[in-house]
């Protein structure tokens, strides 16, 4: 599982494709959706079942997205609610060519407030359990 992955099952599915970006955030734009891989504690050791590296069939990867979404509020809100709605008790995703099991999008959006040029920001961090 890769964050091309993501990206390419979650761009087509936004009102404007062209604002989803891998690992940047554009500041300047009114509308934007940023998509990081959250990094693993170093100590954290890898996920092998016993059995070894044959019986490893799954695995999981976190997510970070920031998502700027204009000026007015609830509008803003609205649009946090549906991303996070594109994940909530959804299983059998097919994300590029791997199987995401299941995804768990969290409680619901994170308000980050607004930026520095009136924009609102949202986060969600959904964690993607898939196949491997």
Sequence with gaps: MTLEDLYTWLAPQMQNPEAVRMGSLDGQAEQFLALYEVSKDAG???RICLGGPDCTHWDDMTV???LRWGKSQ???EAEARRLWGLFYGRTS???GSTLVLFAD???GPNSLGKGGDGVFEYELRVRLVFKK
Excluded: D, I
Aim: proline content about 20%; glycine content about 6%; overall charge neutral.
């Design 44 to 46: 954290t050791p890898a």
């Design 93 to 95: 995703l097919l994300m």
């Design 105 to 107: 999008p969290g409680a």
């Design 74 to 76: 609830p509008e803003a």
């Design 64 to 66: 970070r997205l920031v």
